[in-house]
């Protein structure tokens, strides 16, 4: 059966509570053909995520609200081994105290800090260094991330072929990590990989399991100073004062204020970017910004004006595209949102140095 992860935001909740819940669901999960498998309770933000097995969404609604009647705010559906790797675990902690009662009653925490480590892209690497350079900067990088995330208690996911990502518990030992890896990164004099930090829960808004999270630590990475550790306004405020202050040089750490404006332009992007018809001018209404501002804010943010950075988005797609290889040229122009294959080919082959025909080949 499918597993499935659920959350349920309950203000003033407590560890105790939260056992009592689980007992009564194990009580009758048989009856509901389930198995709850485990649960993490945040207390101070009053929240718990419940990970079961399943026949559907709608039979873990169903249990919940026959056994103790907290109906999920949202259920994904995931996979055991991801759910370990984010979490360390995919059944009750061993260290759990038993009660007096027979409960077994613990308090950890499902938020994660992650460390986004965003790769170049593999084809145009092996493009520029050829195979056995590329390959061997590539596996430098992911054995660093695999040694130093052990090494300060993370163990690194391959997200993507060009992204990794190392969770932890604590944002200072995501800190620590990342600030040794950029030292290492440095002392080799390599070419190398943009990372970033930020936070979030395994269940939110998108139907990705830490989707949001990982989303935000993409785009951190994409931003003007790749030298530097970009780092999300929710990861500061997890941190004492005087880390960030000591590390000042090494860490690029937005406002919440530029994080929203910066999540919300990739949002526009994201919506109508690969719109052939859709400019800066359109940007600047969606945005509800002046030209200027919006020529100011995207300087700040990405060190490109607005067209130049609306060119780089739709030349991403493109890239995605084209590792898919689904698409003729032609297609993954107009999906991209470019207005011809020629003027598409140009801004390729400036931008990449070489032609998209030739990309799709070394895919």
Known sequence: MPIYMDVHYVPGLKAYDAAEAHQKDL???????????????????????????????????????????????????????????FLGRIHDPDDASIGENGLKVFSDSAYRVLLVARHADYV??????????????????????????????????????????????????????????RLSVAESGAAGMRMSLTGGDPVAVSDRLFGDALA???????????????????????LPRDLCRLHGDELS???????????????????????????????????????????RKTLELWNLAPNPLLRRYRL???????????CSIAGITFESGFTSPSYFTKCFKETFGLLPAAYMQMV
């Open 27 to 85: 009580t009758i999960q048989q009856q509901h053909h389930c198995k709850c498998m485990t649960y993490w309770v945040d207390e101070p933000r009053g929240v718990v995520f419940c990970l079961i097995d399943a026949p559907d969404k709608e039979t873990v609604e169903e249990m919940h609200k026959n056994s103790h009647g907290l109906i999920p705010h949202k259920i994904l559906e995931v996979n055991n081994s991801i759910v370990e790797s």
């Open 253 to 295: 750490i937005l406002s919440s204020k530029d994080e929203a404006l910066m999540i919300s332009l990739i949002g526009i992007l994201e919506k109508h970017g690969q719109e052939a018809e859709f400019g800066v001018e359109a940007f600047c209404r969606k945005a509800a910004l002046s030209k200027s501002q919006l020529y």
């Open 316 to 326: 991403e797609k493109a890239l995605a595209l084209m590792r898919k290889k689904t």
């Open 124 to 181: 145009l690497l092996k493009h520029r260094m050829g195979v056995v350079a590329a390959e061997r900067l590539l596996g430098s990088e992911r054995d660093l991330l695999r040694q130093e995330g052990l090494k300060h208690g993370g163990r690194m996911i391959e997200h993507s072929p060009d992204a990794s990502v190392l969770p932890f518990p604590s944002a200072a030992a995501a800190v620590a990590c990342a600030l040794d890896i």
């Open 216 to 238: 935000l630590g993409i785009q951190l990475c994409q931003l003007k100073d790749g030298e530097r550790i970009a780092m999300s306004a929710t990861v500061k405020e997890l």
